[in-house]
């Protein structure tokens, strides 16, 4: 993940473009990214939606990768262990005794 990172930071400072690289504005791109991806399954099922689409969704999920990494990089965030504990904190509220197999919500479980 480190020399991923330091391949996207590289790529960002050699057109200057960290300037533009707060917070705020990764986090609408973050988004609008997220949308173009599902752009890729507007009007179409599941099936079809991957059949014709699937490179254009794996460009969409890169982009949405980097602005998540450049993100979480200016935030001083560890995605690692971010991501991990929330790890730990969703198996609490979904234990697989409760969740297995449900789409509920946790607060629905019974």
């Known amino acids: 993940m480190k020399d991923l990172m330091e391949k996207i930071i590289q790529f960002r400072d050699e057109r200057n473009w960290k300037q533009y ?20 399954f507007q009007w179409k099922s599941n099936e079809e939606a991957v059949s ?4 254009n969704m794996k460009e969409e999920i890169a982009d949405i990768a980097i602005y998540l990494l450049l993100l979480s990089h200016e935030l001083d965030i560890n995605l690692k262990q971010t991501i991990e504990e929330k790890l730990l904190k ?19 479980l019974e």
Do not use: R, T
């Open 21 to 40: 690289h707060n917070p705020k504005d990764l986090a609408i791109s973050l988004s609008i990214e997220s949308s173009e991806l599902l752009e890729c």
């Open 52 to 55: 014709m689409k699937l490179e």
């Open 90 to 108: 969703n198996e609490n509220k979904y234990p697989v005794e409760k969740a297995f197999g449900s789409n509920k919500k946790y607060n629905e």
